[in-house]
Nanobody, 124 residues
């Protein structure tokens, strides 16, 4: 089993940048594919980005493609989400998740472990 903790959220103006981190503890971090999801008030949790176990493959939601970059450092047991050109519609609680599957998955039910979330607020 793995535990994940998000950090790096905050308040930023539109057009600004933030970097979220997801630190993992427990069993080998490199055994898990990882993902980021977000949930805005009154909306369902939605996929943002995912990365394979090795970091060699990534997948992004269309809404963030070209603005967000996902990476991982297996030696540091940490995943990073670099968010640039932020928009007010990016405002949400961002969740880190881990899955035992080998695949880069985009569906919430395929993830086994979740963090508590970190708030990202983008002002206009």
């Amino acid at each position: 089993q793995v535990q994940v903790v998000e950090s790096g959220g905050g308040l930023v103006q539109a057009g600004g940048s933030l970097r979220l981190s997801c630190a993992a503890s427990g069993r080998s971090f490199s055994s898990y594919a990882m993902g980021w999801f977000r949930q805005a008030p009154g909306k369902e949790r939605e996929f943002v980005a995912a990365i394979s176990r090795s970091g060699g493959a990534t997948n992004y939601a269309d809404s963030v493609k070209g603005r967000f970059t996902l990476s991982r450092d297996n030696a540091k047991n940490t995943m990073y989400l670099q968010m640039n050109s932020l928009k007010p519609e990016d405002t949400a609680v961002y969740y880190c998740a881990a899955t035992r599957t080998r695949l880069v998955v985009t569906v919430t039910r395929q993830y086994d472990f979740w963090g508590q979330g970190t708030q990202v607020t983008v002002s206009s």
